[in-house]
């Protein structure tokens, strides 16, 4: 899997801001980033963020994408580009509590 | 003097008398289809059919007589949710048919095709945003269903395709999924509310429904044929799971045996006779393949 490797606390404010993204614009949340928390190896304690290519292209409301919204550079920009993306491997994630 | 009375020209209709949209043929289309398709084209920007280019016949149409048929055989009341994740677009795809409700697609880990969404077996997911409770789902009548238009490239362990599990309880589920053996129906309890049919991988495939209802626990499949390959009477289990159901993964320890295989629809609502599953999965054997001009596998 690749994303980014983050705090707890900044993957509560990742996870925030991207539905606040869609709710300020009066969507439902249709589409969402939840952190997933790193088990065992020497990120253990911290959470991985999914973040494959797709879902800077998967279509999303008015035919828009991720990187039509301004959020977006900014988020990325905080979590130090899509160069900062690392592949991890599943076997050390715990997958995020359900809502 | 000649007498020229006032020219009168009559609506061609009364105002009211046709408050529903109105087919080419003449014949309206169902209401809920209407509001449904409203809100696709809201979340589209564009016309459905635009976003359907292999549909056989007018989308608004093909589902239009779907919903009608729902209702003209009574089934129509025992869906809860249903999704078509057919657009090739994650706002459209997150979109409920019964009452327009919105789910969410993980941003990353769910790719969205033409006729199909598909995880990527690690982190990809669907929340329905409803649990059981809230949809009036109950220990003796459940149902959950999935149009599986490509099985997962493997199976080396389970894999969930609808799911609402609390926790890392085993007696508080309602999964539907597949596994080395073939599929499972789980309802409410992983062992004794357990119901199984030996399959291939590659089989288990089309249209698949769990259903709990009238004491039994079943699973039904309609590809070219509908079936029941399980059918066991049983006393309620376990408990009903108050977890948002999620498809493409099992959400038993937040989040664990995550599904690979293409859907073209997935859902949930009361449980179903084995006459109104074999009803439902051939109507909706019609909607799909109409809209997508796919053929059920």
Redesign the interface.
């Known amino acids: 899997?690749i994303?980014f490797i983050v705090t707890p606390e900044t993957s509560a404010a990742i996870t925030a801001a991207?539905e606040l993204a869609q709710t300020s614009r009066g969507?439902?949340?249709?589409?969402?980033?939840?952190g997933?928390p790193i088990l065992s190896g020497p990120d253990a304690g911290e959470h991985f963020l999914?973040?494959?290519d797709?879902?800077l292209t998967?279509?999303?409301?008015?035919?828009t994408h991720?990187s039509d919204y301004p959020e977006f550079s900014a988020l990325l920009a905080m979590l130090g580009g899509l160069e900062s993306r690392v592949g991890v491997d599943?076997e050390l994630?715990?997958?995020?509590?359900?809502? | 003097m000649i007498f020229k009375p006032p020219i009168f020209t009559p609506p061609i209709f009364a105002p009211g008398v046709f408050p529903r949209a109105l087919s080419r043929s003449g014949v309206s289309l169902d209401a809920d289809a209407l509001l449904y398709i409203a809100a696709v084209e809201t979340a589209l920007g564009t016309p459905i059919a635009t976003a359907l280019p292999s549909a056989t016949a007018d989308p608004k149409r093909i589902l239009s007589d779907f919903v009608k048929a729902e209702k003209a055989a009574s089934r129509w009341s025992l869906h809860k949710r249903i999704f078509l994740p057919i657009y090739n677009n994650a706002a459209a795809s997150a979109l409920d048919m019964v009452g327009r409700n919105v789910g969410t697609f993980t941003a990353s880990g769910v790719t969205h095709a033409a006729g199909y969404v598909q995880g990527n077996g690690t982190s990809g997911y669907f929340n329905f945003n409803a649990s059981p409770p809230a949809l009036g789902l109950s220990l003796e009548s459940s149902m959950e269903f999935a149009l599986v238009k490509a099985p997962p490239a493997a199976v080396t362990a389970a894999q969930v395709i609808v799911s609402s599990v609390n926790a890392t309880l085993t007696t508080q589920v309602l999964d539907l999924g597949v596994d080395t053996a073939g599929l499972r129906f789980a309802a409410h309890d992983n062992s004794s509310g357990l119901v199984t049919a030996s399959l291939a991988r590659t089989a288990c495939v089309g249209i698949i429904i769990g259903s709990r209802e009238g004491g039994s626990r079943r699973l039904h499949q309609r590809r070219s044929a509908f079936s029941t390959p399980a059918n066991v009477l049983g006393a309620n289990s376990g408990a009903l799971p108050t977890v948002n159901f999620n498809a493409m993964r099992s959400t038993y320890g937040g989040g664990v045996a995550y599904y690979s295989g293409e859907l073209g629809a997935y859902g949930a609502g009361l449980g179903m006779t084995i006459a109104q599953a074999e009803g439902f999965s051939l109507n909706l054997k019609t909607l799909y393949e109409g809209l997508t001009g796919i053929s059920l596998p």
């Not at chain 1, 969507?27 to 939840?34: D, E, K, S």
Request: net charge negative.
């Open positions: 899997m994303g991207v969507l439902a949340p249709y589409i969402g980033i939840r997933m999914p973040f494959d797709g879902a998967t279509p999303l409301h008015g035919g991720v599943p994630i715990t997958p995020a509590p359900d809502a």
